[in-house]
């Protein structure tokens, strides 16, 4: 009998003590801090002429619209602009949470492009701490309009430009987000021989947010070898972003014409001290199309 209770009393006694072990890891456990991604730099996967620090989710299928009018400082007889109109339709897809791909069409020029985005590092806290978002964007751009009653011994490699960039950039909180773009163009043309065929740009952009679905976002470039036989001015755009559901417009200002790479770093002959300010405005429309995963 003493036997037996002996027996009955160290099993309660370590099964008493196992409780104790598992609720003291369990405290430890619920201590360890977890590792959080960072997200929602930006509404948006372009700040305004530049792509953003934000990806597209996979299966997700962007349709974007950029509309640029003309010239404010026209006056009445042009409506302040918006009389003239220059645009771009594109689609852009998540391939992956780290990769995005893209084509699009703009009536200037009638030029096509495509790009691959790639994010190389993602910012994120608790377990794993980094401070910045790395992300790599490569695209090409081809020029559609007719070039054979004017240039006839033109080639189709006449007719490409390259670019390469790089987007380091980091949220600081929820309010402020801020991002740098060393960029890096070539063209296969230029129009005279004193124009450089490589050009190299920093970008600076970040957004301010206003209110739940308003942010102000400014998004800049300096072109360090500018053309030299056209005017050439650093492109600046100041606006918007409004999220209403899916959509997301972003109503803006700037001196930029061109809406791909190629143009903006190399054609914007608008100076904002002149008053050669266009508005414009941006739609983009996302759809789920593939890649959601079953709960």
Not at 57 to 73: A, T, Y
Not at 273 to 280: E, R, T, V
Request: no cysteine; aromatic share 12%.
């Amino acid at each position: 009998m003493k036997f037996t209770l002996s027996i009955l009393l160290a099993a309660s006694i370590s099964t008493q003590a196992f409780s104790q072990d598992n609720d003291l890891l369990k405290g430890v456990a619920d201590t360890i801090p977890v590792r959080q991604y960072v997200t929602g730099a930006y509404k948006s996967t372009r700040v305004i002429m530049s792509q953003s620090l934000e990806m597209l989710k996979p299966g997700v299928l962007d349709f974007r619209i950029l509309h640029r009018f003309g010239n404010v400082n026209q006056g009445i007889s042009e409506f302040f602009g918006l009389d003239e109109a220059t645009i771009r339709l594109g689609l852009d897809y998540g391939l992956t949470k780290n990769l995005t791909v893209g084509i699009g069409r703009g009536s200037l020029h009638k030029e096509v492009d495509g790009f691959l985005k790639y994010r190389a590092i993602q910012q994120s806290s608790g377990s794993v701490n980094i401070p910045i978002s790395l992300v790599f964007v490569g695209g090409m751009t081809m020029v559609g309009e007719s070039w054979t009653d004017v240039h006839p011994e033109y080639e189709v490699k006449h007719r490409l430009g390259y670019y390469f960039q790089a987007i380091i950039g980091r949220k600081f909180n929820d309010v402020f987000t801020l991002q740098l773009n060393p960029t890096f163009l070539h063209r296969n043309l230029v129009p005279t021989t004193e124009d450089p065929n490589d050009v190299f740009a920093t970008g600076i952009a970040g957004r301010l947010k206003l209110s739940k679905r308003i942010s102000l976002n400014v998004d800049y470039y300096y072109v360090f070898n500018q053309p030299e036989s056209y005017p050439f001015y650093n492109p600046l755009s100041i606006g918007f972003d409004i999220e209403t559901g899916g959509h997301v417009f972003q109503l803006h200002f700037t001196n930029a014409v061109g809406m791909n790479e190629k143009v903006f770093l190399t054609e914007t002959a608008n100076d904002w001290l002149n008053g050669d300010i266009q508005f414009g405005f941006n739609i983009s429309r996302s759809f789920q199309i593939g890649g959601r995963k079953k709960k």
